[in-house]
């Protein structure tokens, strides 16, 4: 099991630094995140994040899937990354993310 997850859906605005601050705010080491740039005309990116442990990526999958971002129609999707990037499963997340936007995180 990995414990890098491709994030996809997130604001197009997202950086490497809030990402890391949402995910340690609710308690997971992030080791390293990596935004892609967003597709044109999509208005979202998508992120690579790197966690201290498969156990954390897993249960940031299984405890947030299917939750949306405040003022976003879709969730978040999440896929395990393997070594090179790609994504090697479907999964998705969100309300940890949305607590902490919302709090002001």
């Keep these: 099991m990995s414990a890098s997850l491709n ?10 630094e809030t990402i890391s601050q ?10 390293q995140a990596e935004i892609m740039p967003a597709k ?8 690579m994040v ?5 156990a954390e990526a897993q ?3 299984d405890t947030f899937n299917g939750t949306c971002l405040p003022g976003f129609d879709k969730p978040l999707a999440i896929t395990y990354a393997n070594k090179n990037g790609a ?6 997340l969100a309300a940890a ?9």
């Design 87 to 92: 994504s090697s499963g479907p999964a998705t």
């Design 97 to 105: 993310l949305a607590a902490v936007l919302m709090s002001g995180g």
């Design 40 to 47: 044109p005309g999509v208005g979202t990116c998508a992120a």
């Design 50 to 54: 790197e966690f201290q442990s498969p």
């Design 22 to 31: 949402i995910f340690n705010a609710i308690g997971y080491r992030v080791v």
């Design 7 to 16: 994030i996809e859906h997130l604001p197009g605005d997202m950086t490497e």
């Design 59 to 61: 249960f940031v999958m």
